[in-house]
């Protein structure tokens, strides 16, 4: 067996969790692995709804337009009645987007594209998955993780750091931990496809047999691709045929069309919807992210989206660890990831409840993401009074600003990248904290760094807004409290050595 030097960080799993986490490692500078058990990349799109939030997560990774040009908007949803007339409706409420929600687009993309996006991001960061490559055993030690590593006939042992768990619902990782993975099956089956079709246009989601259960049939284009996507509840018992003439013969069946025909099947899938929630996500130097952790019904796109959040969430807590800050600064990923799970859970399964008793698929500001907070951390803390618009554990909002030299500032663009930022209400160009590395110092005010002519920051005199490198805000200070803002980064920054002094 081979043996390798040791790596801060072994992620287990491609998918969009694996990824998203490697891409943060990556721009971070980060020693990493990611292994993927399969041989090639993953070629469905089991999820294909990228929500507002992580939209915005995409922006930080230097991914968003390229997600927006590979995909697209989502269509109107279109319901049939018997008589083959229908009505269409919106996916959701309109609202275009403002200076503090810049996304606002029902962005639909097949998971394969996302995954083919972060793939390029991630090489030219200079990094790439190690396809075909199984973790198939690990043991915990002081100070890391030994992990067995098998590529065909060839085995390895490397020792990392820390080890994450992004191999999904049948996690290898959580099963060696002892994490039990309490919930329940939803009572549910259903078959989802990605197919060659003709006989239906592409400008709607069409939806047959509203309401009913046992015969309701959704297909819908996939953007950025020239697929179609069927979903549809099957039996619980018996194998559904999902080879292109039997899909074709339950649509057929279940909408009455003869017009309707499946060239060919890409991809398919049938599964028993649950809904489950590990009761642990980190155990000493191993953690769990995305389906790993969590589980639950399609409905209201919150499962990929949800994934990413976790990881990005993980990501930089990792970084600060390995460059020295205190190790209970990783308990806070279970702390503030989980709960937001087991709210997803319940939003999901309240959906699906909602769908099989009156039909459809719209979808509200609670899908959104955007009001995920975490104000209940032990990392949130409010020390002003006065500034009463943004609270600790808030997500950040974007704000259109004014530089110095003149030129309009997005909030957004002063936030992108691995740093922490603070935003200094100043009266000219002299930060009240000194520089460090990894924290961005921004003076706001008259003759300061930028100006927020609007008053969209609300900062008042002598204030201050400390934000995570995930966009949320950490902290807030007065005037008064300055002297509390390094107390604060302590927590989660390395120790300053004589080195960095």
Same mark, same amino acid.
């Given at each position: 067996m081979e043996e390798q030097g040791k790596l801060q960080v072994l992620i287990c799993g491609a998918g969009a969790a694996g990824l998203t986490l490697a891409i943060d490692l990556a721009r971070r500078g980060?020693?990493?692995?990611? =292994?993927?058990?399969?041989?090639? *990349?993953?070629?469905? !799109?089991?999820?294909?709804?990228?929500?507002p939030r992580t939209q915005e997560v995409f922006e930080d990774l230097g991914i968003i337009d390229r997600i927006v040009a590979a995909g697209g908007l989502y269509p109107a949803l279109r319901e049939y009645s018997e008589d083959d007339s229908y009505i269409e409706k919106s996916m959701g409420e309109p609202r275009d987007p403002s200076p503090d929600v810049p996304y606002f687009i029902p962005l639909m993309i097949p998971q394969f594209r996302t995954e083919e996006v972060m793939r390029e991001r991630l090489a030219e960061l200079g990094h790439r998955v190690d396809f075909g490559c199984e973790l198939i055993g690990f043991e915990q030690e002081v100070g890391g993780v030994r992990a067995r590593l098998k590529k065909g006939a060839r085995e390895e042992l490397v020792h990392v750091s820390y080890l $994450?768990?992004? &191999?999904?619902?049948? !996690?290898?990782?959580?099963?060696?931990?002892? =994490?039990?993975? *309490?919930?329940? /099956?939803?009572?549910?089956?259903? =078959? $989802?496809?990605?197919?060659?079709?003709?006989?239906?246009?592409? +400008?709607?989601?069409?939806?047959?047999?509203n309401g009913d259960m046992a015969r309701v049939?959704?297909?819908?284009?996939? +953007?950025?691709?020239?697929?179609f996507?069927?979903?549809? *509840?099957?039996?619980?018992?018996?194998?559904?045929?999902?080879?292109?003439?039997?899909?074709?013969?339950?649509?057929?069946?279940?909408?009455?069309?003869?017009? =309707?025909?499946?060239?060919s099947v890409s991809w398919a899938s049938a599964y028993v919807m649950s809904a489950r929630l590990a009761d642990r996500y980190r155990v000493n130097r191993t953690f769990l992210v995305g389906d790993a952790a969590h589980i639950h019904p399609p409905t209201g796109g919150q499962g990929l989206n949800t994934s990413v959040q976790d990881a990005y969430n993980l990501g930089w807590k990792l970084a600060a660890v390995l460059s020295g800050a205190p190790d209970a600064l990783l308990d806070t990923y279970e702390e503030e990831r989980r709960p937001i799970a087991a709210d997803v859970l319940g939003l999901s399964t309240r959906l699906l409840a909602g769908h099989r008793r009156q039909g459809g698929m719209r979808r509200g500001g609670d899908t959104h993401q955007l009001d995920i907070d975490y104000s209940g951390s032990s990392l949130s803390y409010n020390g002003s009074a006065r500034d009463a618009r943004f609270h600790a554990g808030k997500r950040m909002p974007d704000a259109t600003l004014t530089g110095a030299a003149g030129q309009p500032r997005r909030l957004f663009d002063v936030l992108t990248g691995p740093h922490w930022t603070l935003?200094?209400?100043?009266?000219?160009?002299?930060?009240?904290?000194?520089?460090?590395?990894?924290?961005?110092?921004?003076?706001?005010?008259?003759?300061?760094?930028?100006? &927020?002519? !609007?008053?969209?920051?609300g900062l008042t005199e002598g204030g201050f807004l400390l934000?995570? *490198?995930?966009?949320? $805000?950490? /902290?807030?200070?007065? +005037?008064?409290?300055?002297?509390? $803002?390094?107390?604060?980064?302590?927590?989660?920054?390395?120790?300053?050595?004589?080195?960095r002094q």
């Open positions: 980060l020693s990493f692995r990611i =292994i993927e058990k399969l041989d090639r *990349p993953f070629g469905g !799109s089991r999820g294909k709804g990228i929500q $994450v768990g992004a &191999d999904g619902g049948r !996690s290898f990782v959580r099963s060696v931990l002892g =994490i039990d993975f *309490p919930g329940q /099956a939803l009572g549910m089956r259903a =078959i $989802v496809a990605d197919v060659g079709l003709s006989g239906l246009d592409r +400008a709607a989601w069409h939806q047959f047999n049939a959704m297909i819908c284009p996939l +953007a950025g691709t020239d697929l996507q069927i979903q549809a *509840p099957v039996p619980m018992e018996g194998d559904p045929d999902l080879a292109a003439e039997g899909l074709e013969r339950m649509i057929t069946e279940r909408t009455g069309r003869s017009d =309707i025909k499946i060239s935003l200094m209400s100043a009266q000219d160009y002299r930060p009240a904290v000194a520089a460090r590395e990894g924290l961005r110092a921004v003076t706001v005010g008259h003759r300061a760094e930028l100006r &927020d002519p !609007s008053n969209e920051l934000i995570r *490198p995930d966009g949320y $805000v950490g /902290a807030t200070f007065d +005037a008064t409290g300055c002297h509390s $803002v390094n107390d604060y980064l302590a927590r989660c920054f390395p120790l300053p050595t004589p080195e």
